[in-house]
């Protein structure tokens, strides 16, 4: 497996705080992996230490093979959670300037703006000033500015901030088209509903640690609760041994039921449903599955925002 980024024992202490304890973190090159954790986790500190905002007490980091160094900052594209445009500076020069930060030639890094303000349809927005933009106009430039150099690793500190249920769905739409293309994403986010549609992988710190990592899939099915949800025509009564109902409501409107039953390991749906349907007709049957936020909420509790 080859790696995009490689964190090994991080460990960052403040004053009175420890913000990463012995922190390891493997991302494959060509996923989007989800970072998670409540507020204060760590997640933010982790980040900056990848930008080379502030280093790590102890600990190491290798970007594509290679210890990190200032050189790799042409290979990142951060986008952090506070935006930071000039406000005074028009949308072009903008672009442009921080396209020269990243190491782009005047003449390619005008080709680059150009391209993407045409895909994001703000080609008419060169001339204005940032104060004049709204706030998810000026988030689609932020974007812009993040992968115009055509980064390696793109960090999404809260990318969907700010932005309507549409230019959510664009941004979704072009973090998994980079990522098709090869780049590799570190995505963070509070948005559970955005890790379950485009994370391939999901770490969760919690209280300066790792708790959980892996594939979401994986993940997923290891904390499966063995809950069946079964929509039927009449009420079931009878189920096989070690399954119990926990929930059983008329569905409005249609004469048909949702049952949920819960059971133990060792006896397999196909028994389920065989001793179901001498009973009633079986309209649907499903596995319920425990969603990423219902696994972030188990592992880190409910304090949380």
């Known amino acids: 497996m080859e790696l995009a980024l490689e964190a090994k024992n991080i460990t960052k202490h ?37 930008n080379q905002i502030i280093n790590p007490d102890l600990g190491a980091i290798r970007i594509f093979g290679e210890s990190l160094a200032p050189k790799h900052i042409e290979w990142i594209g951060y986008l952090p959670e506070e935006r930071g445009l000039y ?45 004049d933009l709204s706030k998810g106009m000026a988030q689609k430039i932020q974007f812009i500015s993040t992968v115009m150099h055509d980064p390696k690793l793109i960090i999404l500190d809260e990318p969907f901030s700010g932005f309507d249920p549409i230019n959510a769905n664009l941004i979704r739409d072009e973090i998994l088209r980079l990522r098709d293309n090869g780049a590799t994403i570190l995505f ?33 099915s290891r904390y ?28 409005n409107g ?25 009973e009633t007709e079986v309209i649907s049957f499903r596995e319920k599955l425990p969603t990423i936020n219902d696994i972030f909420i188990s592992i880190a509790g409910t304090n949380h925002e």
Not at 227 to 250: C, H, M, N, Q, R
Not at 254 to 278: P, R, Y
Request: with cysteine.
């Open 14 to 50: 403040y004053t009175k705080h420890t913000a990463l304890d012995d922190v390891s973190i493997q991302i494959p090159k060509g996923c989007i992996l989800g970072l998670l954790g409540p507020n204060g986790a760590g997640k933010t500190t982790f980040i900056r230490i990848v």
């Open 87 to 131: 406000k005074k500076m028009k949308v072009g020069d903008q672009l442009l300037f921080l396209a020269r930060l990243k190491g782009l030639p005047s003449k390619e890094a005008k080709v680059k703006i150009k391209y993407w303000m045409e895909r994001f349809e703000v080609q008419g927005w060169w001339h204005k000033k940032v104060e």
């Open 224 to 251: 499966r609760s063995h809950t069946y949800v079964i929509e039927s025509t009449d009420k079931i009564s009878k189920l096989p041994g070690g399954f119990e109902i926990i929930k059983e409501v008329p569905l």
């Open 188 to 220: 963070s986010t509070h948005r559970m509903e955005s890790v379950e549609e485009l994370c391939d992988q999901i770490v969760l710190i919690h209280q300066s640690k790792i708790m959980l990592e892996g594939e979401k899939t994986e993940i997923k």
């Open 254 to 278: 249609i004469a048909q039921f949702e049952t949920h039953i819960k059971g133990g390991e060792g006896v397999s749906t196909n028994e389920v449903l065989q001793t179901i349907i001498k």
